[in-house]
């Protein structure tokens, strides 16, 4: 492909993704991101918008008529204490969503969909002679807590610049760096956390017969939500239900007043999603009643991200233009995968149809070693403290999949 999509990375790129990931910063947060990321826009003459859904900024490339492509990286980091041992590793403490202080990493890779889609803008903004049409950059605050999304098209993102005709995004997953994976359909699950109040009443621990125990009740309950999945959603539908923190009480002999749950719940279909919170809902009411609880268990959602369906045409249209660029084995399908996002919002909202993808940021030697010793990669997830895509060729994947991406429909 002698197209200038495929010339070599520009060098400020490695730096830029370095500075981005020695210094994270948590959901709705991302001022310094937003605010170099603005800069850039500006030194290669792209119009600019920050504070757009809080922290979003928007960069738009008017390049005569023609389709108008949405093209979105996400920018928040994870409180994570980063294990990477890299030299540009996350030392960064903030203050979380509860007041405490925590560690903060970009322990997901957000730092990298910044730094590949400014690679992106760049090239088009080069080669603007070869194509024609509007690009909307979008980047996008708090993906990590479902509401960023929501939060610029609340703001006016689709009457302020435009109605895109596709939303492309990519994430950077544990692929081998160069290679890429799309999905059509559903391919993300939809996601809901949950905060379960249950209410007792105290009592000194030698005299349970004056208390109603929360502690019992929280225990029965969670035990009883584990039949959610096996009893009442069918074996042909995917759904996960974890319990990630329980917590009640202070201390041995005193019985407390009240305990609380976090849930989340990971579904594929809206009617089976409605099924299971259904389910938890008169769970978490009749164990309480069962322990003869003085009020009604309280519960609230923590954050929820839509399923992701991926539009059978676009995705067909996109791959097919990857897999010339990349070739054929180097463009897989993956399947559905139990994460989720929220960048079906833009796809939902505007009436767009969507093509989100996976590039590799695993080192491809790990892959080849493994495929040797007849074992399974070890390669540490997404969210995980020692989390950390290759730097290359990881972003020159990345920009080269989204410049092809978006060529395919703005030519
Ligand atoms: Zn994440
Ligand atoms: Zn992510």
Known sequence: MGSSDSS???????????DLHAHPELSFDETRTAGRIAERLVELGIDATAGVGRTGVVGMIRN???????????MDALPVEEQTGLPYASTVRATGPGGEEVPVAHACGHDMHVTCLLGALEVLMRDKDSWQGTVMAVFQPAEEVGSGARAMIDDGLFERFGTPDVVLGQHVGPLPAGMLAAHPGVALAGADSLRVRLHGTGSHGSMPERSVDPVVMAAATVMRLQTVVSRTVAATDTVVLTVGSIRAGTKANVIPDHAELQLNVRTYAPDVRTRVLDSISRIVEAEAQASDAPRKPEISPIDSFPVTVNDDAAVARTVAALRKRFGDTNVVDPGPAPASEDVGDFATASGAPLCFWFFGGADPDVFTRAAASGTAPDLPPNHSPRYAPVIEPTITTGVAALVTAAREWLN
């Not at 990375?9 to 830029?16: G, I, Q, R, V, Y």
């Not at 005569?64 to 996400?74: F, I, N």
Request: aromatic letters at 14%.
């Open 8 to 18: 070599p990375t520009a060098a400020w790129l490695a730096d830029f993704y370095r």
């Open 64 to 74: 005569g008529d023609g389709p108008t492509v949405l093209l979105r990286a996400d």
